[in-house]
T-cell receptor, first 109, second 114 residues
Framework: KNEVEQSPQNLTAQEGEFITINCSYSVGISALHWLQQHPGGGIVSLFMLSSGKKKHGRLIATINIQEKHSSLHITASHPRDSAVYICAVRSYNTDKLIFGTGTRLQVFP | DSGVTQTPKHLITATGQRVTLRCSPRSGDLSVYWYQQSLDQGLQFLIQYYNGEERAKGNILERFSAQQFPDLHSELNLSSLELGDSALYFC?????????????FGPGTRLTVL
């Protein structure tokens, strides 16, 4: 079993829909990152969380440390949100960054 | 533009060869991270340097080595290359060293080993 699990693996949505991507992890962490990778390959860091909730524009990220779970929400989705979303955690014990396998999102007009 | 630069953009080489990938972090950032992204294994953390010192180590092979120089740029050296080393190599930078800050990613170097 992977130390970081994401669901779903693939997600298709219509423009305007509310989207949720989930990330569960099994190790103790000092931080959790949400990354976005566009079809061209470039990676953008969306959020770094150690507790609570963060919001940036239409994106919201939450983390529940006790349940070892994080969610990334996209409100009013748009075709330009189409990308792979990757969850990564920094292990508290080893400082290693461990990545999930990503969620491929396609938003259609 | 993240402010992180990587050179070269593309690299094609043969098995057994050695290559050096270069990364310049954003101005003011002290940490540099190296990542490998291959088709079959996804993103993997290789190594982190903070202000010239190794800070954290991931799944970096013994054939690979890295360093961060006094001007904070970093180089990743890959030797005795194998076909399986073909991948996208990203570097990222952040201000601090404890992994608790947002990271800024470079555009990547695509390595093809023939």
């Amino acid at each position: 079993k992977n130390e970081v699990e994401q669901s779903p693996q693939n997600l298709t949505a219509q423009e305007g829909e509310f989207i949720t991507i989930n990330c569960s992890y099994s190790v103790g962490i000092s931080a959790l990152h949400w990354l976005q990778q566009h079809p061209g390959g470039g990676i953008v860091s969306l959020f770094m969380l150690s507790s609570g909730k963060k919001k940036h524009g239409r994106l919201i990220a939450t983390i529940n440390i006790q349940e070892k779970h994080s969610s990334l929400h996209i409100t009013a989705s748009h075709p330009r949100d189409s990308a792979v979303y990757i969850c990564a955690v920094r292990s508290y014990n080893t400082d290693k960054l461990i990545f999930g396998t990503g969620t491929r999102l396609q938003v259609f007009p | 533009d993240s402010g992180v630069t990587q050179t070269p953009k593309h690299l094609i080489t043969a098995t057994g060869q050695r290559v050096t990938l270069r990364c310049s972090p954003r101005s003011g950032d002290l940490s540099v991270y190296w990542y490998q992204q291959s088709l079959d294994q996804g993103l993997q953390f290789l190594i982190q340097y903070y202000n010239g010192e190794e800070r954290a180590k991931g799944n970096i092979l013994e054939r690979f080595s890295a360093q961060q120089f006094p001007d904070l740029h970093s180089e990743l050296n890959l030797s005795s290359l194998e076909l399986g080393d073909s991948a996208l190599y990203f570097c990222a930078s952040s201000v601090g060293g404890n992994g608790g800050e947002r990271q800024f990613f470079g555009p990547g170097t695509r390595l093809t080993v023939l």
